[in-house]
């Protein structure tokens, strides 16, 4: 059993892809759907940050620990001229973007237990620490029992994105598994959406509105814990823990056949391997494994690089600043979100088909020029102490959809699928765990410091990002392999035939 797998470094002996069987079962799809409700948690959090500031810039002497940890007065909010820089301020970012942190910590712990508990473990992990992170925002009376709720809104994350892409990877069929690893992706912008939703209606509810709209984030945790419980492990995991006849049965209930031979083989060669390595983190950082890892780091860096969180956590701000009042900040803040959760359909529809670099590239250029076009605006018909007119706020808000349209269909999936379906076994929890992390850390890079760099940049800012995303768009051409129709145990021969790759992998 495995004959040869250790003749593959990295990966398996040989290519099988043509002898794998089997059909898109209900029982995957049901599973995939479920477990990408982990997703709704991430994109909840980024909605909901809205709320945070919304209540900030609108109701900050209504919530007393918010002005305490911010130090934000009414005065200070309005004293400067200047209208890129009248809602900087160093505190109010900090709250936003510390939860990331901890989610990042949260998803190096996670990698060791997703490999000896299962992927299962990690989601069932993840949802309960959201729920008992929602509770303490939604139930919170002074300062500590918000920090330590926003805490542990990071740690569900953390494990959430951690499992949850990799479970969609191993339990979908390989012409189909794009599709069905974008349900994270979708889950996550149904969950901006349903947190803009939430925004706009509970500010209504003065002065506990903003309690209802925090403690909301405890019920797509709960689907996500019940989910962990119910949903089967995935076979990859399951052979890796020395399950064999289990994780068969697995495979052939959500492949619909006997004949799963072939793709059974793959994952038993990919498990001995993975028995053979006992460090994946230092591993994965072997040369072999040089293209995954660079891949692993590049990809979320760049997601997070378009400037699409900027937009998704400062939405009222930012559309406050170009002119935009009240509600109607809110309303500009849900289209996005919507426009966002509906390009991601785009997506799930051509991945398989288009394949992930075609997706990417594309997306990158219309991202690119909607970015300039933006800039050249703001650039001409707005000014440090000149507000834009109504018909140029309108068009703004267009063009800064059609940029969100192009991230929800290119690289806003695609961020996560790539770097879920590259690695080999013995390394895919530590890879992913390296992708969360940076997505984390520069997720909290740039809720840090957006705020300044608008102030500083001014219009600027929109051709910094897309600088960004020129950069990554040329990447992606040079250096990703397609990876489409390729079953994950086999990805390493993509590197080896890579006009670049080939030079590095042994």
């Not at 990809?299 to 509600?327: D, E, R």
């Not at 997306?363 to 605006?377: A, E, F």
């Not at 080999?424 to 997720?443: C, P």
């Amino acid at each position: 059993m495995g004959g040869g797998s250790l003749g593959a470094i990295g990966g398996v002996a040989k290519e099988r892809a043509e002898e794998y069987k089997g059909r898109v079962t209900a029982y995957v799809i049901i599973a995939c759907l479920v477990a990408a409700i982990g997703g709704s948690l991430f994109g909840y959090d980024i909605g909901i940050s809205g709320t945070y500031i919304y209540i900030y810039i609108s109701y900050h002497l209504i919530i007393i620990f918010i002005f305490m940890l911010c130090n934000f007065t009414s005065k200070r909010m309005h004293a400067h001229e200047n209208n890129y820089c009248k809602y900087n301020n160093q505190g109010l970012a900090a709250f936003t973007s510390s939860l990331y942190l901890a989610g990042l910590l949260a998803s190096i712990v996670a990698s060791p237990i997703t490999t000896k508990y299962g992927r299962r473990g990690s989601i069932i992990c993840g949802g309960i620490s959201f729920i008992i992170g929602a509770t303490l925002d939604a139930s919170a009376v002074n300062l500590p029992m918000l920090i330590l709720g926003r805490i542990m809104l990071g740690v569900g994350i953390g494990f959430g994105n951690q499992a949850v892409p990799l479970y969609l990877s191993e339990m979908a069929p390989t012409h189909l598994r794009g599709g069905l690893n974008m349900m994270f992706q979708l889950a996550t912008t149904l969950g901006i959406f349903t947190a803009n939703m939430i925004n706009y209606g509970t500010q209504k509810l003065h002065p506990w509105g903003w309690r209802l709209s925090l403690g909301l984030a405890a019920a797509p945790a709960f689907l996500m814990t019940i989910g962990g419980i119910l949903l089967p492990e995935t076979p990859n995991s399951l052979i890796e823990r020395g399950s064999h006849e289990k994780g068969k049965k697995i495979l052939e209930k959500i492949r619909g056949t006997t004949d799963v031979h072939a793709e059974l083989q793959d994952i038993i060669d990919a498990s001995e391997l993975a028995k053979l390595i006992e460090h994946p983190f230092r591993n994965i950082l072997e040369k072999r494994n040089r293209p995954q890892l660079v891949m692993a780091i590049f990809m979320p860096t760049f997601q997070i690089l378009t400037g699409i969180n900027s937009i998704l956590f400062y939405a009222p701000v930012l559309f406050q600043t170009m002119g935009f009042k009240g509600n109607a900040s809110l309303y500009s803040s849900a289209l996005t979100g919507a426009v966002l959760c509906l390009s991601t359909f785009i997506s799930i529809a051509t991945v398989d088909k288009w394949g992930r670099r075609v997706l990417l590239i594309s997306g990158g250029m219309q991202m690119v020029i909607c970015q300039v076009i933006v800039s050249i605006i703001l650039g001409l018909k707005f000014s440090s102490d000149k507000e834009l007119s109504k018909t140029f706020s309108i068009l703004v808000v267009v063009i800064i959809c059609l940029f969100v349209a192009a991230f929800g269909w290119s690289w806003g999936p695609l961020g996560w699928t790539v770097p879920s379906e590259i690695f080999s076994l013995e390394t895919r929890s530590a890879g992913q765990s390296i992708t969360v992390a940076v997505n984390l850390f520069f997720t909290f890079i740039i809720g840090q410091i957006f705020l300044s760099l608008l102030c500083a940049f001014k219009f600027g800012i929109f051709l910094f990002f897309a600088g960004w995303i020129t950069i990554m768009t040329i990447f992606v051409y040079l250096f990703l392999p397609e990876t489409k129709g390729v079953p994950i145990e086999e990805m390493i021969f993509l590197w080896k035939k890579h006009w670049f790759w080939k030079k590095i992998v042994p």
